[in-house]
Structures are given as structure tokens and as C-alpha cells.
């Protein structure tokens, strides 16, 4: 019986320094796995974004005069009526709007200091688009108590301040409605508004 109960412990001692290695040899193949499918994925949406992704991405950050803007609600408006919604929690934001829409943007910060900015998007592309081209967008918001906006001239923060256009043959971003953005931009300046 003695002879037994020994054999059994070193076959314990045994599995426990035999199976040491396996558990640490395991969770480095695990751990590996996941990261060699992080990067793929990666690659993959890199890859997606620059031949397969038909969506328009816009980048950006959000500014006001004293520097970045926290917690700013980011509304998505499609001409379909479908509503989005993204919170900026950090002054930056990512966006993929769908194609063949026109879209509204609204930026709206949470504290009711700012006034909302809007900005549209007409995502219309010809089918045969292999490639949607990235958009770099800064908002600068405008702080309610830093200009004496009169109350009649608060309807033009309403408006969007561009409609943009992307232009296939020249390949870059155009105000479809220029001539009425200066406009509304030349109101928004004549209180020395940025």
C-alpha cells in the first residue's frame, strides 16, 4: 500500500511539472492567436477602407476658444429620416456615413454653452466608385456667453455653414451652396466669430 501511494506522488509531481509547461506553452499560443487575429483584423479594415469600404469617413476634432471640446453629441441625419447619434467624450470623433445620401451633421455640446453647429454632406457617388475619399473635418464651436449674438441673428446658427460635395474628375471637397455659405459665414464674422 505504501509502495502505491508513492508511486502516485511522484506521478502527481510528475503531471504538476509536465503540465506547467503545457499550461504556459497554452496560454502563449492563446494570448498569440489573439493578437496575430488583432492585427489581421486591422489589416483587413485598412485594406477594406482603401478598395472594398464604400462609406465616407470623416475625422476630426472639436474646438471652441479656449481649446478642445468635451462631451459633444454628434448627430447623423440622413435625407431617409434615420437618425444617429455619437458622443465625443474627448474632443475628437470617427465617423462612416453611408453613401448615396444627403446627410446632416450636427454638433452639439452637452453643457447648452455653445450654439450647435451643423454641416451637410451630399454622399452621392457613381457606381462604378472603387474609392471613397477620407475628409478631415475641424469644428470650431462658438461659445453662448463670449459674443453678444443678438437674438434676431440666433437663427443663423441654425443653418448649416457648408454643403459639401466631393468632385470625382478634380478629386476634392466643394460648397455646392458657396455663395449662400458666405452668407451665413459673413453674418457669423461681423460679431468676430471665427
Known sequence: MLHLSCKYIN???YMIYTKKPILILFISLLTFTFFSQS???NENEILNYSTNDHRLHIKGQIFNTTGKVHDVRIRI???DGVIDTVNSKNGKYNLHLEMN????LEFECLDNKHYIKRIAFNTNVPNDTKKIPYFDLTINLVEKD???VKDKDEGIFDLPVAY???DFEKKLWYDKNDAYSRIINKKIKSYGIY
Do not use: P, Q, T
Open 164 to 166: 459639401l460635395n466631393f
Open 146 to 148: 463670449k459674443w453678444n
Open 101 to 104: 445620401h444627403k446627410i446632416l
Open 11 to 13: 506521478f502527481i509531481k
Open 77 to 79: 441625419v440622413h435625407d
Open 39 to 41: 492585427v489581421k483584423s
